[in-house]
C-alpha cells in the first residue's frame, strides 16, 4: 500500500522529507516558482499551471480537458510503491480536487459519494474545485457522479491554508 499526499506549496519540502515522495503534482497558477528539491527526478514531476476558478473569467486561465489528460496519463504511469504528492497553493481546491480524481481513476468500481466522503474525512477544508471535477467526470464517463459527490459534501471549513493530509491507496 502506498499513499497520495496533499498538501500546499508551502508544506511541499516538509511533506516531501516526511513522505520520502518521489513523484509531485503541482497545481499552481503561471509565475508561481515551485522549488523541487533535486531529490525529485524530473520525470516524475508534472506542472499544470492555471487559476483556481470554476468558470471562464477575463485574465484568468481555467483549468481544460487537456489538463485531465496530463493528469491522469501522470497518475497512471505513476511508480505506486513510492509516495506521490499532489499540491496546489493552499492545499485545499485544486489539489483536493485531484486527489478525488485520483481516487476516481484508481477505484472506478467504487461510488464516488464514498470517495469524496473520505477527501472530507480527511480534510476538513477540503472544497475541491467544481471545475476539475466535472472535466475529469467527463473525460472518466461518469455521469455526472462525480460532480454530484463532490456537491453532497459541500464547502469545507473557511481556513487559510489546508492541513497537509494523505490517502492510502492499493498499487495495480
Not at 516538509?14 to 520525470?43: C, F, M
Not at 505513476?78 to 489539489?95: D, E, F, P, T, Y
Request: one cysteine or more.
Amino acid at each position: 500500500m502506498t499513499q497520495i499526499h496533499v498538501c500546499s506549496l508551502s508544506k511541499l519540502q516538509n511533506t516531501i522529507q516526511l513522505s520520502k515522495a518521489q513523484s509531485v503534482i503541482s497545481l499552481v497558477n503561471a509565475g508561481i516558482s515551485v522549488p523541487y528539491p533535486l531529490s525529485i527526478p524530473l520525470e516524475n514531476r508534472l506542472r499544470l499551471t492555471f487559476n483556481d476558478i470554476e468558470k471562464k473569467l477575463p485574465g484568468y486561465i481555467e483549468p481544460k480537458e487537456r489538463d485531465i489528460r496530463k493528469f491522469l496519463a501522470f497518475i497512471n504511469s505513476w511508480n505506486k510503491k513510492q509516495a506521490l504528492i499532489i499540491h496546489c497553493w493552499m492545499g485545499v481546491s485544486r489539489s483536493t480536487a485531484a486527489a478525488f480524481i485520483a481516487l476516481c481513476n484508481f477505484y472506478p468500481e467504487k461510488d464516488e459519494r464514498s470517495l469524496a466522503k473520505l477527501i472530507r474525512e480527511k480534510s476538513p477544508e477540503a472544497t475541491p474545485n467544481k471545475r476539475l471535477v466535472a472535466l475529469a467526470d467527463e473525460f472518466l464517463q461518469r455521469n455526472g457522479s462525480m460532480v454530484d459527490a463532490i456537491h453532497q459534501i459541500g464547502r469545507g471549513k473557511d481556513c487559510f491554508e489546508g492541513r497537509p493530509f494523505y490517502i492510502s491507496v492499493t498499487p495495480t
